[in-house]
């Protein structure tokens, strides 16, 4: 009998110790979130004959190419400094490309011959910027359009750049307040935004010898953003929101701006994208961002191929990235909130599908969260959208959190997607919250409106009442909390622990704002045009002076308790790196806990694997230390 006992023990500790193990959660390696993408940004070359993309060359980011006729697969470039940035196929099946040479803040660009791999060096910028306008121009294939602030760090001009020869012509030469440019189909800008700081013009002319005129003047509150020329007519799609709150789709007459019809609206979110296609002139899907991306459709076609692929991809966001110019082919792109993405061949001849590659294939989606959209109630009423993303297992209550609040106010919003950082806390047992507050964008007009001149007011009140509401809720283990964010998120990190530090037991920042004085006066020189509108956002530094003094933590050190870690990359053009260093120092004077990590050749975001890897491991680190320990 005592043996039977016995063995029936055992049995039990064993059954026990399979079933703690079933719940287990495998820890992922730090590397796998946050290593080079192994392949990305597939393009179709014009004529369908190759795909090219970027794949990682010791560390870096080069351009692969594969021919579809052969197979054969090359690697096009090696650069082992710096990785490609940007690059695209132009009309005669040339891909142009873009490097920022971090060391030497110099941007350049270089012409790829597919033919023969030989690689040409077309412009250097030191201490400015290129961008690609236009690379399909069937009138003058060898010829590409791209803006550059060559003339005056404050302006950026436009150039017809030919890329057989490397002559460089102006062809918009900027007044002071050009900020966009855009090109019809055939590569020809008819349409020019210009800003006085508050308020936005946009300029149209009939044809290339024409001066511009003004059609449509609005403050920066009201958005219209042109899409394409309606093919033979003198009118244009945009998105706006003149005279109604959520941005919709409409069709304006270019000569008189003014607005024709509404094509389509969403009630509960801004139209964010519309996928218009220069080949076939016509609309083709429409997305609004409400919990969810939601697809709405404007062409029969594109349609029934979403159709197609949703059967093939169920539960997937699917997108069209890439096509030729006969559009047979197209490059899609799949991904969910537990997928970084997968990319694949679509031919509409048999509805063929052919993968092509993933970004991150050591990732399984079973091993990973979901990221569940929330709403709440801020304290005086408004409706706020956020996502949680809990970890796996069968805990529901009690979580240590992360809160992560998003950077750019008025420009930007948390959305439903994959996330390495999120799933990565997540994967460490982490609950994460990301608050979309008031002033976010996506929301309508009267949301991101309702954020104005409120840092380190109702915006920062509505990330604090996301957390109470965690905590009231039992999601949160209110003595596990911390709070990590970059640029403006850095800022609601450091205003959070300094206005309530009895409500987090860390902070972390990245690239974080901590003097708006600063950032203001340190402004690059392309972005002061929009000073005046960051003044109306934000605060001016002359007549607000007092209230921007009273919410920029570097003039409150003494009110941060909370153990602080901070990343910072050196070649950061809109951190003032001196400043920050006195922050640290004022703040290790305090006696805060301050690890503070400066990378040199890094901008903002950390491009190079191994710094990103050890940032995250720091971040582990500091976690563990802060959070885990603190029960």
Known sequence: MRKSLSVLFYALILCSIHACKNTEVRQIPIKDFFKT????????????????????????QNIAIRSLETGREYMATAFDDYAV??????????IVFIQDVIELDEYKMFVLDVATSKINNLLSLEKGRIRILNNRNKAEPDVITVSMNKRDPANFDVYKLNIKTGELKPYIINPGNLTEW?????????????????????????????????????NFRNRVDPIAFIAGQNHFYALSNVNQDKTSLVEIDAETGKEEKVLLNCKKADIERVDYSRNKHRLELAVCEEEKPTKHFLSKQIEAIYNSLLNRFPGTEINIVGRDSSEDKVIIFTYTDKNPGSYYLYETA??????????????????????????????????????????LGDKTK???????????????????????????????????????????????????????????????????????????EGIANSKQIAI?????????????????????????????LINFFTYFKDVPPYLKPRLQMMYEMIGN?????????????????DKIKAP????????????????????????????????????????????????????????????????????
């Open 37 to 60: 993408p192994e392949e990305s940004i597939f393009r179709l070359s014009n004529d369908g004959k190759y795909i090219s993309y970027l794949k990682p060359y010791k560390g870096k």
């Open 85 to 94: 940035r940007e690059y695209s196929w132009t009309y005669n099946n040339q």
């Open 182 to 218: 855009y090109p019809d189909d055939d590569g020809k800008i008819r349409l020019v935004k210009a800003s006085d700081g508050v308020n936005e013009t946009i300029l149209y002319r009939v044809n290339e010898e024409a001066p511009f005129k003004p059609i449509i003047t609005n």
């Open 350 to 391: 048999g509805a063929k599908i052919t993968k092509l590659g993933d970004i991150n294939s050591s990732l399984k989606p079973s091993e990973l969260c979901p990221m569940k959209p929330i709403t709440f109630k801020a304290r005086d009423g408004l409706l706020i959208n956020g996502y949680l993303t809990l970890p």
């Open 398 to 472: 009690g979580f240590p959190v992360v809160v992560i609040p998003h950077d750019a106010p008025w420009r930007s919003r948390d959305t439903w997607r994959y996330s390495d950082e999120v799933q990565f806390l997540a994967n460490r047992g982490y609950a994460v919250f990301q608050v979309n507050y008031r002033g976010s964008s996506g929301y309508g007009k009267a949301f991101n409106s309702a954020g104005f001149k409120q840092a380190g007011g109702k915006i920062q009140d509505d990330i604090t009442d996301g957390v109470n509401w965690l905590i009231n």
């Open 484 to 512: 990590f964010g970059g640029g403006f998120g850095g800022f609601s990190a450091l205003y959070g622990v300094s206005s309530h530090p009895d409500l987090y037991s860390g902070v972390i920042v990245k690239y974080g």
């Open 541 to 557: 530094p002359e007549s607000d002076a007092e209230q921007l003094r009273a919410i920029s933590p570097v003039f409150h050190t």
């Open 564 to 631: 602080l870690l901070i990343f910072q990359g050196a070649k950061d053009e809109s951190a003032n790196i001196s400043e920050l260093n006195q922050f640290v120092r004022e703040l290790k004077k305090q006696n805060v806990r301050v690890t503070y990590f400066l990378r040199q050749n890094e901008r903002k975001v950390f491009r190079t694997e191994e710094n990103r890897v050890d940032m995250y491991t720091e971040i582990e680190k500091f976690l563990d230390k802060n959070l885990r320990d603190n029960q």
